[in-house]
Nanobody, 116 residues
Framework: QLRLVESGGGLVQAGGSLRLSCQAS????????MGWYRQDPGQQRELVAGITSGGSENYADSVKGRFTISRDSAKNSVYLQMNSLKSEDTAVYYCRVIDRGTGDSWGQGTQVTVSS
């Protein structure tokens, strides 16, 4: 597994913004995918946004137009800019990196809480 360090979570009012960061380190061969998932208690983990090594992006319907994913290949980092946050966005957000050699890695998660 790669080491994934997440940051940027916290408490924000509805309508506000947060920017999540995730940096990967370790035995990186080639990163094929980086993404953000979220999970509420008792629910399955769901994809929020992902980006491939070629730059293709995909988003959950619920965040389209509000969230933007980006990556910095030189820093092995991925970011999630979250604007116009809603209470429904409250969840633990997890970074995921799929490396061609190492495989699938997950961060420990960072809490995002949006107050009404």
């Amino acid at each position: 597994q790669l080491r994934l360090v997440e940051s940027g979570g916290g408490l924000v009012q509805a309508g506000g913004s947060l920017r999540l960061s995730c940096q990967a380190s370790g035995s990186i061969f080639r990163i094929n995918f980086m993404g953000w998932y979220r999970q509420d208690p008792g629910q399955q983990r769901e994809l929020v946004a992902g980006i491939t090594s070629g730059g293709s992006e995909n988003y959950a319907d619920s965040v389209k137009g509000r969230f933007t994913i980006s990556r910095d290949s030189a820093k092995n980092s991925v970011y999630l800019q979250m604007n116009s946050l809603k209470s429904e966005d409250t969840a633990v957000y997890y970074c995921r990196v799929i490396d061609r050699g190492t495989g699938d890695s997950w961060g420990q998660g960072t809490q995002v809480t949006v107050s009404s």
